[in-house]
């Protein structure tokens, strides 16, 4: 028995995203449905996921569902106490788990106006105050990320971890609506867009179903920038 990962569509599930990425990026061998946000078929494929009401949903190898991805990510590091989810640095780790505990709890007002569609990038999606607020704040914990934990490379608390996971959807926003950050953030942004699993989830989710009509925005679109 492997692990059966449940995901919707990769174009907009950016929990999905998540989820797959704890698998992928770090070896974990998985099985993996993929649903459709919105359709009958979801709470049907959920149905079998009991008592997951949303995705990503996993089947442990023991037949137990993990269905919130701070947990998958806890148990996945559990279960794999060498493949490096956390930082192995204990106050590199610390770091991470507060990144990870805060992209879960908040950030609503990025993920309200800005949710995740890999499949268009818009020039200007004229972000409202409380938008700006949040991008303030990631570059706030980003840079403090870095001082803490002393990475000088591409990622937050050294090498690529849960914390970066639990970014890369944000990384996605700011580069499919053109957000206004730093250079230290858009470094970071073009970090996750050249991330071998990301570029491969990003490559599936072109034709992985048909566009969402909730995701459509009446946004000037540039082209998806490259990495
Ligand atoms: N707290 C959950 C959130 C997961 C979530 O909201 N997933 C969305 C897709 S990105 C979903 O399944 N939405 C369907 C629904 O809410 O009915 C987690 O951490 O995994």
């Not at 919105?38 to 008592?51: D, I």
Request: net charge negative; aromatic share 12%; hydrophobic share 40%.
């Amino acid at each position: 028995m492997t692990y059966d990962l449940c995901i919707a569509d990769r174009a907009y599930s950016s929990w999905s995203l998540r989820g797959w990425l704890m698998f992928d990026a770090f070896g974990i061998t998985h099985d993996l449905t993929v649903t459709r946000l919105y359709e009958p078929g979801f709470a049907q494929t959920l149905a079998q996921y009991f008592p997951a009401k949303t995705v990503p949903a996993v089947r442990m190898p023991d037949g137990l569902v993990v269905s919130e991805s701070l947990a998958i990510a806890e148990e996945l590091a559990t279960r794999h106490p060498d493949a490096g989810l956390w930082p192995a640095d204990p106050r590199a780790r610390a770091v991470a788990r507060q990144l990870v505990s805060e992209m879960h709890a908040g950030f609503m007002a990025l993920r309200d106006h800005c949710p995740m569609n890999l499949r268009v990038s818009y020039a200007d999606c004229a972000p409202p105050e409380p938008v700006l607020r949040d991008l303030a704040r990631l570059a706030l914990i980003w840079d403090w990320a870095r001082q803490e934990t002393g990475s000088t490379g591409p990622w937050l608390c050294g090498d690529y971890s849960l914390a970066d996971v639990f970014y890369a959807p944000v990384a996605a926003r700011i580069a499919g609506y053109n957000l206004p950050v730093g250079e230290a953030e858009q470094a970071y942004v073009a970090a996750h867009l050249a991330h071998p699993s990301f570029r491969r989830w990003r490559e599936a989710s072109l034709s992985d179903g048909p566009d969402q009509p909730f995701y459509d925005r009446d946004y000037p679109q540039r082209p998806w920038p490259s990495a």
